[in-house]
């Protein structure tokens, strides 16, 4: 069955360093990937997406992810953190059993921002 | 932002009544789902929708049932709701069946007593 993994379930980062949050996926057809993001006590916002092509993939406020099919993985990066990024962050794989894509979640991994 | 409404956005409920949510869209996407979130599972899918009357089920679906009786509204009913579906409730949309964006809404938190 097609499930998500994002191991870490918190991450803190200092303002203007790196971000590197993981994401491992199974799923048995080439899949659809996204990263969502949710600030408290909203939706979700839908930072970038991966369907096909360049596996580098570039999204919104800065962020970027790498699609890796030889590790099933979609990582999310970002070069420099600002306290505004303090958030959670979701993973989720596009799944098409009959057609009809639904998404299929990670439980996320918050994120903290340290002056 | 897609433009979606869900309300109520808070209410408070007690074990063993029903509970409708709602969710409105002025987008004429198809596609229409529910999905619940709680801590340590991510969101999961309940129930969705891919036309007017055209309903199915998701991963967690017992305990609740949907209607969809025109394109922008798709209703979310807990029958008699117990504290276990004290959750938080995203209705999201798309306009494709595959490969595109789902767009959520910023979500209805219920709580059972």
């Known amino acids: 069955a097609q499930s998500v993994t994002q191991p870490d379930i918190h991450i803190t980062v200092s303002e203007g360093a790196s971000l590197e949050l993981r994401c491992n996926y199974s799923?048995?057809?080439?899949?659809?990937l996204f990263w969502y993001v949710q600030s408290p006590g909203q939706g979700l916002q839908l930072l970038l997406k991966?369907?096909?092509?360049?596996?580098l993939v570039q999204g919104i406020k800065g962020f970027e992810a790498e699609f890796k099919r030889s590790q099933s993985s979609f990582n999310l990066r970002k070069p420099s953190v600002h306290w505004s990024d303090a958030a959670e962050y979701f993973c989720?794989?596009?799944?098409?059993?009959?057609?009809?894509?639904?998404?299929?979640f990670g439980t996320g991994t918050r994120l903290l921002v340290s002056p | 932002d897609a433009g979606i409404t869900q309300s109520p956005r808070h209410k408070v409920t007690e074990t063993g009544t029903p509970v409708t949510l709602r969710c409105h869209q002025t987008?004429?996407?198809?596609?229409m789902y529910w999905y619940r979130q709680d801590p340590g599972h991510g969101l999961r899918l309940i129930h969705y929708?891919?036309?007017?009357?055209?309903?199915d089920k998701g991963e967690v679906s017992d305990g609740y049932s949907v209607s969809r009786s025109k394109t922008e509204d798709f209703l979310l009913t807990l029958e008699s709701a117990t504290s276990s579906q004290t959750s938080v409730y995203f209705c999201?949309?798309?306009?494709?069946?595959?490969?595109?964006?789902?767009?959520f809404g910023e979500g209805s938190w219920l709580t059972v007593v």
């Open positions: 799923y048995g057809a080439t899949p659809y």
């Open positions: 989720a794989v596009g799944v098409n059993p009959t057609g009809f894509q639904k998404l299929v």
């Open positions: 991966y369907f096909s092509g360049d596996t």
């Open positions: 999201a949309i798309s306009d494709s069946p595959g490969g595109n964006t789902i767009y």
């Open positions: 929708s891919y036309g007017v009357k055209d309903t």
């Open positions: 987008e004429n996407h198809r596609y």
